[in-house]
């Protein structure tokens, strides 16, 4: 039987020669790749500088501290979304207000803009399975509100808002390289920001807030001694996790290029089946597709949970939609939220098997096989 799985990093030789130059250079952790690799990161989603971290968990910790975000604050986020959005908010001892979100996925402007309050300081929106929100919206909202706008972009890396690259429009955009994202390093973060205050203290928070580099301590003729004005984190990134993402942003327009091909594909097989709600564009926005999400109306002859099985019997993996992180036992309890969009949203749909290679086979089973229990 054919099996076509969820997804597949897409890593070759390149990755791996760049690595091993790494580990053969003598000078392994955060240097000059991870250096190199901020530059042309930078350059390719348009913002002034980017910071290199080790994952989009520790770039959204360092973005609410920059922000100013202190305990007894609360920050709008969404429920709909992977944990570490909002676990983030917790390690600053701040208070999660969850919005709702809409059939898009992407949290709705008029329910964030209730829910804030005297306390509410920042606002973190997430541009879900890489489909990008409405920025300018949530632009004007904070400017207006005097809030800070934080963008979860840890799916977003080569989608694009208005003709421009997620990561120019804003200056705390957050993106992650773990394997399930569509550019990997291994394990990896940046931060895209174009505030050079906010780049200079995001680079002293990331090596424990230590005054001079080890790398400018390492080429210098005379003895330095550093200093630590503040508390600060081990959050960097390695030289070898750095030379594996220059590879990879190389390859990265043909990704999305290909993967919204596939995207496509799906689209026109499935977009006269009443009872789904596809991920299509709304609005002057470019997806990299980063996940394929089908979402289930009331009118669908299976439940979410059965297509699922009936899908993986006949070898083709899905994944539950976005989860929601208030109704998860680190969470639940401790606050009251009705946000009965955001569960049905969750609870009704699924991820489709979307990488690059995808063998057209591949993708013909995939739809033959949803057609056959949904239509
Ligand atoms: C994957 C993901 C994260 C976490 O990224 P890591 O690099 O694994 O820390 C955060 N937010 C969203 C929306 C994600 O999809």
Redesign the pocket.
């Known amino acids: 039987m054919r099996k076509v799985p969820i997804a597949v990093p897409y890593l070759g030789k390149e990755e791996a020669e760049a690595a091993s130059e790494v580990i053969l250079s003598g000078w392994v952790t955060q240097g000059t790749k991870v250096a190199e690799f901020e530059k042309v990161f930078a350059d390719y989603v348009g913002s002034n500088y980017a910071v290199a971290l080790?994952?989009?968990?520790?770039?959204?910790h360092l973005s609410m501290i920059v922000a100013g975000v202190n305990e007894g604050d609360e920050v709008i986020c969404p429920s709909m979304?992977?944990?570490?959005?909002t676990n983030?908010i917790k390690y600053v001892g701040a208070k999660p207000v969850f919005a709702e979100v809409n059939e898009h996925y992407n949290l709705d402007v008029k329910d964030v803009e209730s829910k804030i309050s005297s306390k509410t300081k920042a606002v973190l929106i997430?541009?879900?399975?890489g489909m990008p929100a409405d920025i300018d919206a949530f632009k004007e909202l904070c400017e207006r509100k005097g809030l800070i706008l934080i963008e979860?972009?840890?799916?977003a890396i080569g989608s694009e808002y208005k003709g421009r690259k997620i990561g120019s429009h804003s200056d705390l955009v957050?993106?992650?390289?773990?394997p399930?994202?569509i550019l990997t390093t291994g394990?990896?973060?940046m931060i895209a920001t174009s505030k050079e205050h906010f780049y200079n203290r995001l680079k002293t928070l990331r090596q424990h807030s230590m005054s001079i580099n080890d790398r400018v301590r390492h080429e210098s003729k005379k003895v330095i001694i550093e200093e630590y004005p503040e508390i600060g984190y081990n959050y960097r990134m390695t030289d070898i996790q750095a030379a594996i993402g220059i590879e990879q942003l190389k390859k990265l327009d043909l990704i999305v290029s290909e993967r919204r091909k596939v995207a496509q594909r799906y689209i026109n097989a499935f977009q006269y089946i009443d009872s789904i709600i596809l991920p299509i564009e709304v609005g002057d926005i470019k997806t990299n597709y980063?996940s394929f999400s089908i979402l289930l109306k009331e009118n669908a002859l299976v439940s979410r949970n059965d297509l699922m099985q009936k899908l993986l019997d006949n070898g083709v993996s899905t994944r539950r939609g976005?989860m929601t992180s208030h109704r998860e036992k680190a969470y639940s309890g401790e606050y009251d939220y009705n946000l009965p969009l955001t569960e049905k949203i969750s609870d009704n749909s699924l991820l489709l098997p979307l990488y690059f290679p995808m063998a057209e086979k591949d993708v013909d089973h995939v739809i033959k096989m949803v057609k056959k229990f949904l239509i």
């Open positions: 080790s994952s989009c968990t520790t770039a959204l979304s992977y944990i570490a959005t983030c997430v541009h879900q399975i979860d972009a840890a799916c957050c993106f992650s390289f773990h399930r994202k394990d990896g973060g980063q976005i």
